[in-house]
């Protein structure tokens, strides 16, 4: 994917955070769920993957509904430039170099073992670690929703 044009992000209120990773089937789409769960309204989310899966992967979708999150509507898409120029902060996943960067974004690398074709457990432990990690971002952007905090 050729990197998108540099441009200013636009005047909001509120922050917009896009979660990437390669199939958009599982890390990135609990992050996002985690996020708006936590969040509400007070931050625009979006996830994306360099190369979407056809489905979520349906073990990360069991995994969220044990934390009370529903992903069975999820459907995976692909990043576009507009995904990225639209970011404050760009959280990657594993999607190594076919992530564009932008000057002028943040981005922040986590480093999350990749749950396509791992068991419940495995997921589980994904789940709970991209919850911690959802949690802290949150909390660091100050939109934690107040009967949440």
Same mark, same amino acid.
């Not at 069975?72 to 639209?86: F, I, M, N, Q």
């Not at 068991?119 to 107040?146: F, M, N, S, T």
């Given at each position: 994917?050729?990197? @998108? /044009?540099?441009?200013?992000?636009?005047?909001?209120?509120?922050?917009?955070?896009?979660?990437? =990773?390669?199939?958009? !089937?599982?890390?990135?789409?609990? !992050?996002?769920?985690?996020?708006?769960?936590?969040?509400? +309204?007070?931050? +625009?989310?979006?996830?994306?993957?360099?190369?979407?899966? /056809? &489905?979520?992967?349906?073990?990360?979708? !069991? &995994?969220?509904?044990?934390?009370?999150?529903?992903?069975?509507?999820?459907? @995976?898409? &692909?990043?576009?430039? /507009?995904?990225?120029?639209? &970011?404050?902060?760009?959280?990657?996943?594993? =999607?190594?170099?076919? =992530? @564009?960067?932008? @000057?002028?974004?943040?981005?922040?690398?986590?480093?999350?073992?990749?749950?396509?074709?791992?068991?419940?457990?495995?997921?589980?432990?994904?789940?709970? /670690?991209?919850?911690?990690?959802?949690?802290?971002?949150? +909390? +660091?952007?100050?939109?934690?929703?107040?009967?949440? !905090?």
């Amino acid at each position: 994917m050729p990197a @998108p /044009e540099p441009g200013p992000a636009p005047d909001r209120a509120r922050p917009h955070v896009l979660f990437l =990773c390669v199939h958009n !089937a599982g890390r990135s789409q609990m !992050a996002a769920a985690f996020l708006r769960h936590l969040a509400g +309204e007070a931050v +625009e989310v979006r996830s994306a993957g360099s190369a979407p899966a /056809e &489905a979520v992967n349906p073990v990360a979708v !069991a &995994a969220m509904a044990e934390a009370g999150l529903d992903l069975s509507g999820a459907r @995976p898409r &692909a990043l576009t430039p /507009e995904d990225v120029r639209a &970011a404050d902060l760009v959280v990657t996943m594993g =999607c190594g170099d076919t =992530c @564009p960067v932008l @000057p002028g974004t943040a981005y922040r690398d986590w480093a999350l073992d990749d749950p396509a074709g791992q068991a419940l457990p495995a997921v589980r432990r994904v789940r709970d /670690e991209i919850a911690r990690r959802v949690r802290e971002l949150a +909390e +660091e952007l100050g939109v934690v929703r107040a009967d949440l !905090a």
